[in-house]
Structure formats: structure tokens, C-alpha cells
């Protein structure tokens, strides 16, 4: 028999995992189609692996070295965060037709 922590923990793991994917639906949907929407649909599967990489990874490893991951988890999600809106602004400007007079 489940108690109350177990199912709790379940439930919310079981949110947030549809949380993820509902979010991840949403933003290759809300992404025009070509070259953005192919590069959002990388950066979802980079950032999904990374994810379920890093929370793997802190039930795996001793403790000392766990919270090691959390120092450079911070800075790597901003560094991808960054890179990819830079990576679609780089094609929203490909995919935009030149202005003519």
C-alpha cells in the first residue's frame, strides 16, 4: 500500500511530466513552420535529454557530488536558453522576405 508521501511524489512527478510535454506541444505549435519550427523541435529533444539526463543523475550519484550538478545546472539552462532564442532569431530573419520599394 502507497502512503501519503509515495503518492504525492507520483502524482507530482506525473504533473510534471505532463506539464513538460504539454509545454513543449505548445511551443513547437505556437513556432512558424521550417527553419524555426525544425530548430525548436531540436531544442525540445536537447532539452528533454538534458533534463531527464540531470534528474537521473541526482537519484544516481552520492550526495556530495549531487549538488554539484545543481551549481552547473543554473548556468547551463541559461546558456541554452540563450542559444536558442539567438538561434531563432538568426532564422526569423533568414526566413523574412527583403523589404522592396
Known sequence: ML???MLSAIIGSSVGLAG???GT???IRNT????????MVKA???CWVFILS???LVFLLPTPWKWWLWVLYG???LFFIYYVNKGLANARRATQKPLTH
Open 3 to 5: 502512503d501519503a508521501g
Open 20 to 22: 513538460g510535454a504539454f
Open 25 to 27: 506541444w505548445m511551443s
Open 32 to 39: 512558424p513552420p521550417g527553419l524555426q519550427r525544425t530548430l
Open 44 to 46: 525540445s529533444i536537447v
Open 54 to 56: 540531470f534528474v537521473a
Open 75 to 77: 548556468p547551463a539552462l
